[in-house]
């Protein structure tokens, strides 16, 4: 059986080329995009967070960090 469109020209933009990509996954960046989101601090903040450089300052913040993970707030950077 032939596909109904082999041997036609679809018109596509660049755009549709774009949104027909399969949709990747990267749970780091989503991680990291999440923190962003939720404690309203940029990349680099939520970053340095991650990798200890640096804690939050306001206490909403690491309670936001620890429903986000799971992570009881006084263990986070033990």
């Not at 059986?1 to 780091?28: F, I």
Request: proline share 5%; glycine share 4%; with cysteine.
């Amino acid at each position: 059986m032939k596909n109904k469109n082999e041997g036609k020209k679809q018109k596509m933009t660049l755009w549709d080329y774009y949104e027909n990509l399969p949709k990747s996954s990267y749970p780091k960046k989503d991680f990291i995009q999440r923190i962003m989101t939720e404690c309203d601090v940029s990349f680099t903040t939520a970053r340095n967070w991650t990798k200890g450089h640096t804690r939050p300052m306001v206490e909403w913040q690491i309670e936001k960090l620890s429903e986000i993970t799971g992570i009881p707030k006084e263990q986070l950077w033990q």
